[in-house]
């Protein structure tokens, strides 16, 4: 599947094929709570998350938190985290788009901070990994920028995807930075973890459906 010509989509997962935001929040409010920290809604999270974490974090908390308070907070939201994703599922019609791309001859792939050996098994449950040619996920400590991940994975399918007809789709600002650092497209996407606003600052199209975005990357790698 896919030749050095064809276009090619990278799938953020998080809050982007899988719709998990409200999972998201609900286990980031648990570990702010063991700081004594206010739960956040839905709306004020998108307006303030950021990456690397330990900045949103910052950001609620007036100042960095110490390492034993982010080995908490970490430890504490991955734990309430796999207990809501259990009643998550992917976003609507995910799995036509994707049959859609790939029987158009095009190639796609999955790239994810989240970590990889719980990442894999997660997507087979849904019976999609035969679509992508690699699935991605953080081999590293949590926290991180995504943006030599992206230049990694790019640089694991160099012999079948061209970065200039690579369009990365996904929910925040960091998916848009990381295409552009290895010489990819981007596209974001308003239903998972930053809002309109936030999206639009960096300078990329923002659309509201997963369906626009991928007719929005077949434009972008078309004029690629």
């Known amino acids: 599947m896919g030749t050095h010509t064809d ?6 997962w998080n809050g982007t094929l899988f719709h998990d935001v409200d999972a998201v929040v609900a286990a980031t409010n648990a570990a702010f709570a063991e700081l004594g920290l206010a739960p956040l809604t839905l709306e004020r999270y998108r307006e ?3 990456v690397p974490v330990p900045a949103f974090y910052e950001r609620l908390m007036g100042r960095l938190p110490s390492r034993a308070e982010w080995e908490l907070m970490d430890a504490v939201f991955h734990r309430h985290y796999t207990e809501h994703r259990v009643r998550c599922g992917l976003a609507d019609g995910v799995e036509d788009l994707l049959t859609g791309w790939a029987s158009a001859g095009r190639s796609q792939s999955i790239l994810s901070m989240h970590g990889h050996e719980k990442l894999v098994p997660l ?3 849904f019976g999609i990994s035969s679509y992508f040619l690699r ?3 953080r081999t590293g400590p949590s926290g991180g920028s995504k943006a ?4 990694r994975h790019l640089g694991a399918l160099r012999d079948t995807v061209d970065p200039r007809r690579t369009v990365v789709i996904g929910d925040a600002a960091d998916d848009a930075l990381a295409a552009r650092h290895a010489g990819a497209r981007a596209v974001l996407y308003t239903g998972g973890s930053h ?5 639009e600052a960096v300078g990329v199209p923002v659309v ?3 369906s ?5 990357a077949e434009r972008l790698a078309a004029s690629g």
Not at 7 to 12: E, G, R
Not at 212 to 216: D, R
């Open 195 to 199: 809002g309109r606003a936030r999206l």
């Open 208 to 210: 509201d459906t997963l």
């Open 148 to 151: 030599e991940h992206m230049v």
């Open 7 to 12: 276009a090619h989509i990278v799938w953020d």
């Open 123 to 125: 997507v087979e449950t």
């Open 212 to 216: 626009e975005a991928v007719a929005e």
């Open 135 to 137: 699935v991605d996920g």
């Open 48 to 50: 303030l998350y950021c």
